[in-house]
């Protein structure tokens, strides 16, 4: 049985939107810090955004702050990804996984989660 399962990616033209979501398993939504990573062929994968199991404490890589917003839907158990101003270096696999690290920044480390999710394909087409 999956823990976390990802929805919504897909092909956008640059300057597009995606929203990007992943359902929680109940008992990991309530206590684990959730994140989203992303990876393209050859490539480690990248901590892009992730936010605190209470929803406070949260963070973006540089690449994407200003476009992208993380958020977490309690009545769902999801957490969400808001894609805006999609550039074509935004294509990826991008990942939802959960940690229960929490020191004062999110690890970067594959091996520091302990759920991921399968991933899903978001190409920007130039």
């Known amino acids: 049985q999956a823990q976390l399962v990802e929805s919504g990616g897909g092909l956008v033209q640059a300057g597009g939107s995606l929203r990007l979501s992943c359902e929680v398993s109940?008992?990991?939504?309530?206590?684990?810090?959730l994140a989203w990573f992303r990876q393209t062929p050859g490539q480690e994968r990248e901590l892009t955004a992730a936010?605190?199991?209470?929803?406070?404490?949260?963070y973006y890589a540089e690449a994407v702050k200003g476009r992208f917003t993380i958020s977490r839907d309690v009545a769902k158990s999801t957490v969400n990804l808001q894609m805006t101003s999609l550039r074509p270096e935004d294509t990826a696999v991008y990942y939802c996984?959960?940690?229960?690290?929490?020191?004062?920044?999110?690890?970067?480390?594959?091996?520091?989660?302990?759920?991921w999710g399968q991933g899903t394909q978001v190409t920007v087409s130039s």
């Open positions: 996984a959960a940690t229960k690290y929490s020191g004062t920044a999110y690890p970067t480390h594959v091996y520091e989660y302990d759920f």
């Open positions: 936010i605190g199991w209470n929803g406070a404490n949260i």
């Open positions: 109940g008992r990991i939504f309530s206590t684990y810090n």
